[in-house]
């Protein structure tokens, strides 16, 4: 029982001996180690919200929340947690909070200096989510040249898997400041043009037929209503009659352009064969003078007649 009390006594005269002042407050190791668990429940907790919001929304069918609304409120329930987990921290360690306010202005020169970038980014993630505009699942096209799906929308950054299973972090002021085309945002289904060439003297209506005929072939293409496949000839080439295939695709096309443009193509190059349609090849026609080629003859004449 002595060495009990005496190693318990040794602890507390270890944790409380004072490390360095606060303002009027005195850091111990009891207070740092305070901190650090008040810091890593806080973000333990954030996290199992964050779950919880989501397991409950998926099992209830009464809620009226879409999925990218039940995104949003979880993860701008776990911001407020972290916030609230740092400042009962600060509190705890010994920090007024109180002269926040007087570090305010040093704050502020902070951030128009070396931290504007992080706090611009921090902002634009909470208008994102506040705002919907974009959601996890959201197939975009970004001005910078990203084009993929939306996998996470964080604090400081979006990422974006594209179809080759790249990830890519984009900044979240990209996506405020910059030009994002969201394929995906209310419409679950999407026109896209497959453009093609014919030889000249081909039957128009075979085209159409066998260009509908490939559309068809192809799973995902929309076939109903207004929304149907279609054969536009765009444009009078140099050595085809240039024609697109218009068609309404889901979303499992919509967001895999190469893919499905391949697809079509295919199914395109088939259908055509079939109907005995030529697709044709650049080609240019020669036209030589008369007087040349008697020339060239001439001399090809002599020539023969001196061997």
Known sequence: MNTLASIKQSLNDWGTISLFQLGTSEVTLYRIFGLVFILVFAWWASALLERTIQRVARRGNATRLSDSGVYALSRILRYVLWIVGSSVGLVWLGFDLGSLAIMGGAIGVGIGFGLQNIFSNFVSGIIILVEQTLKVGDFVDLQSGVVGTVTEISMRYTRVTTNDSVDIIVPNSEFIN?????????????RIHIPF?????????????????AALTVEGTFNADRRVPDVWLVQFGDSSLNFELVVWVDKKLMTAPGSSNARYLWALETELGKRGIEIPFPQ??????????????????SSSQKD
Do not use: Q
Not at 178 to 190: F, H, I, P, S
């Open 284 to 301: 240019r026609d020669l036209h030589v003078r008369s007087g040349r080629i008697n020339v060239h003859l001439e001399n090809s004449s």
């Open 197 to 213: 060439g014919v030889a000249y003297g081909s039957n128009k209506d075979l085209v159409r037929e066998a260009g509908i005929a």
């Open 178 to 190: 910059g030009r994002v085309t969201n394929w995906t945002l209310d419409e679950a289904v999407r």
